[in-house]
């Protein structure tokens, strides 16, 4: 087995040892060759055994999974990108191509150090700590990995920039700044409905059922179904628009970026900022948190795993609470109208 510390000497006479794996120089602190000899053997011997039983370990291994010793983390990457469809796999496949992944892309796995993570965690955003926990977390339960490269507790906290909601005279100034009607009409079903910027942008005539006051939708990123009764402010908004087709003509076709960048001109014009269309979703669920909404029909609307969702409802907000009697006969009025 190759020998991972050596001896040389400088011109003052002092032994020095060399990390071959590092490319390392350290004192030995002394001139007597036998002395850094014997300490140089320890430090082979030390490292030794932990190597013989890594390449034990690889001979069973590779038995069961022969691409066992090869596989790279580029190879992890493609592999869940392959597992995924639509635009998830495209947020996916981007993600994966940031430079901080670089550091690791080639590595095998076998081969890669707690410190490989961290580097590539040190030059890289929030995403890349999220994105990297998945590849790690997904090798481990596939067995590719004999163990965790990084043990949970020492990951870096997750802390993602402070969002906040867009408040109702925040939102009346971008409309009244507004002159296209299509963008007019769109923020304000963003409004009532907040929904994410894509599923409203692509709404279709066929999707409001006027006799029953439903508007329905599927979710793009988790293709859940969506069905939200709708009051007659929306109603007036929504017999505005197209009676057949997309709802939002121009809006559907454009990449959510776009839409995006298309909001934030309008705010600045306005004097709006600290907000994006997602804060559009924090208010409505926080509006329903202060209107007494029951969480779990927020989390229907919004979606159960909804982080808008659960920070609204996570916040000791001073709401007031119906009593139980007063909320059965407003549940019961409504019923009898819907049927009505």
């Excluded at 087995?1 to 490319?23: A, P, S, W």
């Excluded at 925040?170 to 907040?194: C, D, K, M, T």
Aim: proline share 3%; glycine share 4%; net charge positive.
């Amino acid at each position: 087995m190759k020998q991972r510390y050596h001896i040389f000497k400088r011109g003052n006479g002092v032994l020095y040892c060399l990390d071959t794996e590092e490319n390392r120089q350290t004192s030995l602190q002394t001139r007597d060759i036998g002395e850094a000899q014997r300490l140089v053997n320890a430090k082979n011997e030390a490292c030794r055994q932990p190597a013989m039983n890594l390449e034990i370990a690889r001979v069973y291994l590779n038995h069961s999974d022969p691409a066992y010793a090869t596989r790279t983390w580029q190879q992890v990457m493609d592999e869940m990108a392959r597992q995924k469809k639509g635009e998830t796999q495209k947020r996916w496949e981007r993600a994966m191509r940031e430079t901080p992944f670089d550091l690791v892309r080639k590595k095998t796995l076998v081969e890669t150090r707690a410190q490989d993570f961290l580097d590539v965690l040190a030059s890289g955003a929030v995403c890349t700590n999220v994105f990297l926990r998945r590849l790690h977390n997904y090798a481990l339960e596939m067995d590719w990995l004999p163990k965790g490269i990084v043990p949970r507790r020492q990951w870096p906290k997750i802390e993602f920039k402070s969002k906040r909601a867009i408040t109702f005279e925040e939102h009346q100034r971008i409309i009244a700044g507004e002159r296209s009607p299509e963008w007019r009409a769109y923020f304000n079903v963003l409004w009532h409905l907040g929904g994410s910027q894509s599923d409203v942008a692509s709404l279709c005539a066929e999707s409001v059922d006027w006799e029953m006051k439903v508007i329905g939708f599927r979710r793009m990123k988790t293709g859940s179904v969506v069905q939200l009764h709708f009051g007659t402010e929306l109603a007036s908004i929504l017999s505005d628009l197209p009676g057949e087709g997309f709802l939002f003509p121009s809006l559907a076709t454009r990449h959510e970026k776009d839409r995006a960048k298309q909001f934030m001109r309008r705010c600045r014009l306005v004097n709006v900022n600290g907000v994006s269309l997602h804060s559009y979703r924090y208010a409505w669920a926080e509006r329903a948190r202060a209107a007494g909404y029951p969480e779990r029909f927020a989390q229907e609307a919004l979606g159960h795993k909804s982080i808008a969702v659960h920070r609204a409802y996570a916040k000791k907000a001073n709401v007031k609470i119906p009593s139980l009697e007063e909320y059965e006969k407003k549940i019961v009025s409504l019923n009898i109208a819907v049927n009505q």
